[in-house]
């Protein structure tokens, strides 16, 4: 619960500052629709005679490569894209095209898939033995390196893209190393925990509150804090 929350609200510190939208967090770009697309098709294909444990493998890896799908077609995107709202506009669409395709696979799926696919849709920490939280910590580990090397890019650009530009940063860069953690970390808390909302969007907000900066060398620990502090409130 610790490692997922406060790798879901780092991953929404970057996604609010590279996007510039205090309602963006690590979902809203369409990774974990992708994530649920993969858990979908597990479901369906692995049908209701695999036994649990392999069951909960394949859903878990599947899950992941989809996450990893949906990343690398926003990441694709980001390079082509120059604007954040423009790769905010597309995120929203991916999501909800992969989403009516998650549709399509539960109207299509029997009653015993539907139950697999909800128990991981719904999120829990239960199914994270110690195997997942080393590969967890790992991923966050990656995250934090990824976002502190890119603070200071994320502090510029805050200020918008033509600021950014003109102080000489590498505005797609930046962007696409935040990205790039951001799915890092969903993908792996996504497919160990199912979904899990709420945190990513609410955590960077009630840190900044809290330490009243706008600084990621400040906000970046307060808000991992944060995240982590509400996972584990609310699995208790």
């Not at 549709?103 to 994270?128: I, P």
């Not at 195997?131 to 995250?143: D, P, Q, Y």
């Not at 953690?181 to 609410?202: D, K």
Request: glycine share 12%; aromatic share 6%; hydrophobic share 55%.
């Amino acid at each position: 619960a610790l490692l997922a929350g406060a790798a879901l609200a780092l991953a929404g510190t970057q996604m609010q500052s590279v996007l510039r939208n205090p309602l963006a967090d690590p979902y809203i770009m369409g990774v974990s629709a992708g994530a649920s697309l993969g858990a979908g098709l597990a479901t369906m294909l692995g049908g209701p005679d695999t036994s649990g444990a392999i069951q909960g493998i394949t859903i878990a890896a599947a899950a992941f490569i989809g996450a990893l799908g949906a990343s690398a077609v926003i990441l694709l995107a980001s390079r082509r894209f120059r604007t954040a709202s423009s790769l905010l506009i597309f995120g929203v669409m991916l999501g909800f095209i992969v989403n009516a395709l998650v549709s399509v696979l539960q109207f299509t799926s029997d009653a015993e898939s539907l139950k697999m696919f909800y128990s991981w849709s719904a999120g829990s920490f239960s199914n994270a033995g110690w195997n997942e939280i080393i590969i967890m910590s790992l991923t966050l580990a990656v995250g934090i390196i990824i976002a502190r090397n890119n603070s200071k890019g994320l502090d510029i650009i805050m200020f918008g893209d033509e600021f950014a530009t003109m102080s000489g940063a590498p505005v797609q860069k930046i962007r696409l190393r935040a990205i790039l953690g951001c799915s890092l970390m969903t993908a792996t808390v996504t497919s160990f925990c199912g979904p899990l909302g709420f945190v990513g969007i609410v955590a960077p907000h009630i840190a900044r509150g809290i330490f009243r900066t706008s600084s990621h060398r400040t906000v970046i620990p307060a808000c991992m804090l944060t995240g982590a502090t509400i996972s584990l409130t609310a699995d208790l």
